[in-house]
């Protein structure tokens, strides 16, 4: 089972910021925080990852909590291709069996 | 263009017709996953392989087999298809050191009736 919970859903504006939440209260210390998002049964897309400090990279933002129990992805200026479910997944970097939960669906209006 | 590749795309089939879904990745990545994603049930990882001539099982290998014979093939093998295979299935592949940063193919659309 998941060890990440997410909202089933959120709505966003074309062009405002989206904030997806994850908690991750049971993360062990040497585990990260992964991001992926599926458009529509497409093949999942990774996003981002962090262990304990923010990061950004030309998809998104994500903010994690200083203790670690909790983190956010940020999509600064969403669009309508951002319509998708976003998974928050935790992790340890020898393992590569990806646990998905429900995720978030994510719908962008124009 | 680095992908991973799978075929075919769509595949309707019937019960106990041996059947293979290929997957090949040009990443030359050592790590490889077949995972089927069905409806409230999510996204859950069948078998996996470290790299070539090493395999093991996920969370749902049953009815399933898999072969790693070159590092950039990774067959998913039914031997005997049933109705509860009836799936969407997906292949990703990543680099042995950051083997949670996963590539994904397109995914392949299976009905077996």
């Known amino acids: 089972d998941a060890k990440t919970t997410q909202p089933p859903s959120m709505d966003c504006a074309e062009g405002r910021a989206a904030n997806l939440p994850c908690n991750h209260s049971t993360i062990s210390g040497n585990e990260y925080v992964y991001w992926y998002r599926q458009i529509h049964s497409q093949g999942p897309q990774y996003i981002i990852h962090?262990?304990?400090n923010n990061e950004t990279n030309e998809m998104a933002s994500l903010i994690i909590t200083e203790d670690r129990k909790s983190s956010t992805l940020i999509l600064p200026h969403a669009t309508l291709r951002d319509t998708a479910v976003y998974y928050c997944?935790?992790?340890?970097?020898?393992?590569?069996?990806?646990?998905f939960g429900q995720g978030t669906i994510l719908t962008v209006h124009p | 263009e680095a992908q991973v590749t799978q075929n075919p795309r769509y595949l309707i089939t019937v019960t106990g017709k041996k059947l293979t879904v290929t997957c090949s990745q040009n990443?030359?990545?050592?790590?490889m996953s077949w995972y089927r994603q069905d409806p409230g049930l999510g996204l859950r990882q069948i078998y996996y392989s470290m790299n070539v001539e090493v395999t093991d099982k996920g969370d749902v290998p049953e009815g399933y087999k898999v072969s790693r014979k070159e590092k950039r093939n990774f067959p998913l093998i039914l031997e005997s298809p049933s109705p509860n295979q009836t799936s969407l299935y997906f292949c990703?592949?990543?680099?042995?050191?950051?083997?949670?940063?996963?590539?994904f193919g397109a995914g392949t659309r299976l009905s077996v009736l």
């Open positions: 990443m030359n990545h050592e790590y």
């Open positions: 990703a592949s990543s680099l042995g050191v950051a083997k949670n940063i996963q590539y």
């Open positions: 997944i935790e992790g340890g970097t020898s393992y590569g069996k990806l646990t």
């Open positions: 962090g262990l304990k």
